[in-house]
């Protein structure tokens, strides 16, 4: 390895307690979230931001099973009106999260300042949708569910802003792949 002459950035040695160095990965990643805020904002009018109003705008990164990063956005959601303008509104997506299991999906809603009685949920056999809609504060989420669920099985509790939502998958899932080996 070539000694460390402060320009190739591949050859710089790695500190294992510098939190401020960043990899390759995480700066793409980065570079994938400045994209995404930049489209949630563009073209929005001046009078658009108002002081006192509350833009959200979020991302939640997790890793896939084939490795790599996934970026989920969430906040207020830009919109197009008829005119072709692009507005924010105070409707908002918020952050979600989904576990598929082998009996049921479970999924945990990021909702907070609302009570559960403000909550709309509804379910279908591949889709959940929330809606909130009061003076103060408006969510609005579609997902859809990654396996056919049993919509009638839905339980869902709400405490300190999250609400966790558990369905029962419409068939088991069940494990293909593994085998029984014999020895010799």
Do not use: W
């Not at 073209?43 to 833009?55: A, C, E, I, W």
């Amino acid at each position: 390895m070539y000694p460390y002459d402060g320009k190739n950035r591949r050859n710089r040695p790695r500190d294992p307690f510098d939190f401020f160095s960043m990899d390759e990965d995480f700066e793409q990643m980065f570079r994938e979230m400045e994209r995404m805020m930049e489209r949630a904002f563009r073209n929005v009018p001046y009078d658009q931001m108002q002081p006192g109003r509350s833009y959200v705008h979020g991302f939640n990164v997790h890793v896939g099973p084939d490795g790599k990063p996934i970026i989920r956005e969430f906040g207020n959601r830009p919109m197009t009106d008829e005119k072709g303008t692009r507005q924010i509104s105070d409707e908002r997506e918020p952050l979600t999260d989904i576990i598929e299991g082998s009996d049921d999906v479970a999924v945990t809603v990021e909702i907070p300042g609302v009570e559960k009685e403000d909550i709309d949920l509804n379910v279908t056999k591949d889709s959940l949708e929330i809606k909130v809609d009061t003076p103060k504060r408006k969510y609005h989420r579609k997902l859809e569910l990654p396996c056919s669920v049993l919509p009638k099985t839905t339980k869902a509790t709400y405490k300190n802003g999250v609400l966790d939502v558990s369905i029962k998958r419409k068939e088991k899932k069940t494990d293909k792949d593994g085998y029984k080996v014999n020895i010799e």
